[in-house]
């Protein structure tokens, strides 16, 4: 949560709910193709334009493109659960007890499920929505506490509403995470918030809706012990009416934000704060009025370079400084921005990846 803004929580909603206990079918085995997470590779050309025609996608990819993909930390690249058992959970009770679990495990979301609060998820896990009509409700899922880490986790395929807090935090020192074809609005904090000494994630192919404020990177301003961590890539990301941090942005460098479809965000789109540094290239801007900022609000300013982006009906862009090259970390491939639009629109979300 942004330290400089204060929200107060209205007393009737209770922070706390037992969760529902209820069955869990548990289905031996592993993943195959598109349905489950293999070892991390380059990212190739043929991906980067295949998104273009409906129903055409990379979304079939099986590993992050951007900073979940990069070796590092002990890490090759993010592989999750692969390598263990699977599970189809039904419950907020056993989706809590699997997320929870020591060891790798591949943990199918089919259905509804009703959460309260944040659920922490440990290690080596990848929580999959079945088919398109997967959705966590009421809570959110925190990638690891202070004594258990949250590496080596993907989120893919599952629609996130009305979550009392965040409704995906990547927190205490959380590297190699991949959130990816995910449908998150009406929350009651970020959506999506990724802080606290994490690095190493990847967002991408996420529609992000009806809520205010989208993705955080970045405890607060003093929090000086991010400097050095949060390198995060976002990419093809749809951020559809919400009004703010898409992302916003402390002390991280780099943090690469390309091919994102940007419409009719009121506050801003995208702002770099306390020496932050953002590469923005190849984003589509409809109807901002303020599509990048440097400096925001009582923070100081960042750092931002910003190129062949489409700003349409949009104001100028602020930028400042320079920025690490995240080619220095991984292969790439930018779409033309005229394309994002059509691209981004008919990529994102849910019931795209045929888990």
């Known amino acids: 949560m942004n330290s400089s803004t204060t929200i107060t929580r209205p007393s009737s909603r209770p922070r706390r709910v037992t969760l529902v206990a209820g069955l869990v079918t548990v289905l031996v085995g592993t993943l195959i193709g598109a349905g489950g997470p293999a070892q991390a590779r380059p990212y190739t050309t043929a991906e980067g334009s295949s998104h273009r025609a409906a129903g055409a996608t990379n979304a079939l990819a099986d590993a992050p493109i951007g900073f979940a993909s990069v070796n590092a930390l002990g890490f090759n690249g993010t592989t999750g659960g692969a390598g263990g058992p699977t599970v189809t959970v039904t419950t907020g009770a056993a989706l809590e007890d699997y997320v929870g679990r020591a060891g790798p495990y591949v943990i199918r979301v089919s259905g509804r499920i009703q959460i309260s609060d944040m659920v922490t998820v440990v290690a080596n896990k990848s929580i999959l929505g079945v088919g398109n009509t997967a959705e966590i409700t009421g809570g959110g899922l925190q990638l690891g506490s202070t004594t258990r880490p949250g590496n080596n986790v993907i989120i893919r395929n599952i629609r996130f509403t009305d979550a009392e807090d965040d409704s995906i935090s990547v927190t205490n020192k959380a590297h190699h995470v991949w959130i990816d074809h995910n ?146 970390y991984y292969p790439y491939t930018v779409d033309d921005p005229a394309t994002v639009p059509a691209t981004v629109s008919a990529g994102v979300g849910v019931g795209r990846i045929g888990l």
């Open 183 to 328: 449908d998150l609005s009406d929350g009651y904090d970020g959506l999506l918030d990724i802080k606290r000494e994490s690095d190493y994630v990847t967002v991408s192919w996420n529609h992000f809706h009806h809520h205010s404020k989208s993705s955080l990177v970045g405890h607060s301003d003093n929090y000086p012990a991010d400097i050095g961590k949060l390198r995060v890539t976002y990419h093809h990301n749809f951020f559809d009416g919400t009004d703010q941090r898409h992302p916003r942005v402390r002390f991280a460098d780099p943090v690469h934000v390309f091919n994102n479809y940007y419409r009719n965000n009121a506050l801003y789109g995208i702002a770099s704060t306390e020496n932050a540094g953002l590469m923005v290239e190849g984003n589509y801007f409809e109807n901002v009025a303020h599509p990048i900022y440097v400096g925001y609000d009582k923070s100081g300013p960042g750092r931002v370079v910003e190129r062949n982006n489409r700003y349409v009906n949009s104001g100028a862009p602020q930028t400042a400084g320079t920025v690490v090259e995240p080619r220095t």
